[in-house]
Nanobody
């Protein structure tokens, strides 16, 4: 089983920053795309950002564009999400996801990913 483990969640005031990390127990050649999703209470799981593992191309949901940055360290098999200018509406459980087949795009859904982390809570207070 491929394992993805998120870390870096926590509580922050509006306007603050957090950086999430996701460590993957897979070899680099097995990864095509990695991404971040979030799910707030009573809401469906929402696409946040995705990155091509090979060339680093990035894609973002409109709601986070300009505030969040997705990146990866291929040598460490680690994915990151730098979150700046956080808003209360960013409060959610954030999930790391990966897939060995699908290519990154701006219109990805949870169905495009085969492996998921356990999630990490991000809470933004006003």
């Amino acid at each position: 089983q491929v394992r993805l483990v998120e870390s870096g969640g926590g509580s922050v005031q509006a306007g603050g920053s957090l950086r999430l990390s996701c460590a993957a127990s897979v070899y680099t050649f097995l990864i095509s795309t990695m991404g971040w999703f979030r799910q707030a209470p009573g809401k469906e799981r929402e696409f946040v950002a995705a990155i091509s593992w090979s060339d680093g191309s990035t894609y973002y949901a409109d709601s986070v564009k300009g505030r969040f940055t997705i990146s990866r360290d291929r040598a460490r098999n680690t994915l990151y999400l730098q979150m700046n200018s956080l808003k209360p509406e960013d409060t959610a459980v954030y999930f790391c996801a990966s897939d060995t087949i699908r290519h990154a795009s701006a219109t990805m859904t949870s169905l495009d990913f085969g492996s998921w982390g356990q999630g990490t809570q991000v809470t933004v207070s006003s």
